[in-house]
């Protein structure tokens, strides 16, 4: 048996994100060509409706893979746990 | 332990006391100390919800404390952040620094908090009379982390 883990991403939604896509987290296989922060991005985009409105080029979002903030060309592999929140607000 | 994400209150006497206990190279402590306001942008706050992002907070919130112990001669730093469901007055986050002398621990001090609110994965929602929104980030505040640059080559 292949461990189903593995071969997933693990999406993490946070603050007001999780309120707009109404979810807190999901696991997906990862699309052939989805390798980026970048292009993950824009592939959730087009789920359109919210995902669509949040994810515009332009609006402010931050990403974070296995805990660490990433650039758009950080790479994301099967395994990945992959965060997106909007700009910190503590303090 | 440096750094605590916590829904419980804090006890800043105690914190401070704790950090330099059986220190005596200590000789100066400098403490921030952010609570929540009943006011913010002519809505009346009644409650605040701080939420974080587990793992991800405490291990931003050490790599600020790392930064800082490596950047000035301090003794040692630490920050605790509450989380959860917070009213006016009441006490947020604890920023301490303990050195030898009171320049390096200010510094220090102001530097982790400027930077804890720029990059410590930490979010507020307020709720007021006219419902709840997320607090938006400040530009002022990146002003304020940014001021701690390290100019990576000479200025034009």
């Known amino acids: 048996m292949r461990d189903a883990a593995a071969d997933t991403l693990t999406l993490v939604y946070l603050a007001r994100l999780r309120e707009a896509f109404g979810v807190g987290s999901e696991r997906i296989l990862p699309p052939a060509g989805i390798d980026t922060v970048a292009a993950l991005r824009a592939w959730l985009a087009a789920r359109g409706g919210a995902w669509a409105a949040e994810l515009a080029p332009g609006r402010a979002v931050r990403i974070a893979v296995n805990h660490d903030l990433a ?8 395994g990945d746990e992959v965060a997106l929140f909007p700009p910190v607000t503590g303090g | 332990m440096p750094v605590r ?9 105690r914190e401070l006391d704790a950090l330099r206990a059986g220190d005596r190279s200590v000789g100066a402590v400098a403490a921030f100390i952010g609570t929540v306001r009943d006011v913010n942008e002519n809505a009346h706050v009644a409650t605040m919800t701080l939420e974080h992002y587990p793992g991800m907070t ?17 003794v040692d730093a630490l920050v605790i952040h509450r989380v959860g469901a917070l009213k ?42 006219e419902g709840a929104r997320w607090v938006e980030a400040r530009a002022t505040d990146d002003d304020a982390a940014a001021r701690w640059q390290v100019p990576t080559e000479p200025a034009a």
Request: aromatic share 8%; charged share 30%.
């Open chain 2, 58 to 74: 405490e291990k931003a919130l050490a790599a600020i404390v790392d930064a800082a112990k490596s950047r000035w001669n301090i």
């Open chain 2, 5 to 13: 994400v916590q829904a419980e209150d804090f006890d800043v006497a």
């Open chain 2, 88 to 129: 006016p007055a009441d006490q947020i986050v604890l920023v301490g620094v303990t050195s030898a002398h009171r320049g390096e621990a200010f510094a220090a001090c102001e530097f982790i908090i400027d930077y804890l609110k720029t990059r410590a994965p930490l979010w507020k929602k307020e709720h007021t009379g």
């Open chain 1, 71 to 78: 650039e758009p060309d950080t790479r994301v592999r099967a």
